[in-house]
């Protein structure tokens, strides 16, 4: 079936720098990616979605300039996370639809990224 | 999108089966209800989607109403590892759409 690869699962920053997110389709062409946060005990809310070669679409009240994803080939969605705070630890979450993924939309694993 | 509501949470003792409501009343003609589930700390997990007619995969059988204005999820012997929340989402097929996700409920199998 579809894999989508998530790395790193787990990241600790210090505050005011910056980290990166990476998500890979392993096995598929993802065409759309899409990203989200997920706070302790809180339903996921999308922040944004990418399409491999052009500039990403962010939900509203999401700082595009403070989460900066890049969508550069169909195997590859990167999110950036500039200028972390402490209130930016969170979950975060990728997930990919393939062109022939029967699956529709495949999840990775997540990213815990805690601020200090 | 159209809105899609739960129970908060649900229990099942191991190796009976669980039955997971989901009320998607206004729901369009175009658009599914897919199940996910999130077991803690990971990323969601697709159990199975359907428009109007009743599916079966070999996790779940998805159950929907002649009017698709609810749909059951059936875990027919649930195990402990299908402790989870889990999501039913109404979302379109159309490449590019995406998944809003509710609050979900929260599923305990109990020994």
């Known amino acids: 079936g579809a894999v989508v690869s998530q790395h790193p699962s787990r990241v600790i920053c210090k505050s005011g720098t910056s980290v990166k997110i990476e998500c890979r389709s392993l096995?598929?062409?993802?065409?759309?990616m899409f990203w989200y946060r997920q706070f302790p005990k809180k339903s996921l809310m999308l922040m944004a979605t990418?399409?491999?070669?052009?500039?990403?679409?962010?939900e509203q009240g999401v700082e595009k300039d403070k989460f900066l994803i890049n969508h550069a080939s169909l195997t590859l969605s990167t999110l950036t996370v500039t200028s972390a705070h402490p209130e930016d630890s969170s979950f975060y979450i990728c997930?990919?639809?393939?062109?022939?993924?029967?699956?529709?939309?495949?999840f990775g694993s997540g990213t815990r990224l805690t601020v200090v | 999108d159209a809105k899609t509501t739960q129970p908060t949470s649900m229990d099942c003792a191991e190796g009976r089966a669980a039955n997971l409501p989901c009320n998607h009343s206004t729901i369009s003609g175009n658009e599914y209800v897919y199940w996910y589930r999130q077991i803690h700390s990971q990323g969601p997990q697709y159990i199975i989607h359907g428009l109007k007619n009743n599916e079966t995969n070999e996790m779940a059988s998805l159950i929907i109403t002649e009017d698709r204005k609810s749909s059951t999820l059936i875990l027919p012997h649930a195990t402990l590892r299908d402790t989870a929340v889990y999501y039913c989402?109404?979302?379109?097929?159309?490449?590019?759409?995406?998944?809003?996700f509710g609050e979900g409920t929260q599923l305990t199998v109990n020994p």
């Open positions: 989402i109404a979302g379109r097929e159309t490449s590019g759409s995406r998944l809003t």
């Open positions: 997930s990919a639809e393939g062109r022939y993924s029967n699956y529709g939309y495949t």
């Open positions: 990418s399409n491999e070669g052009s500039k990403a679409t962010y």
């Open positions: 096995d598929f062409q993802a065409t759309t």
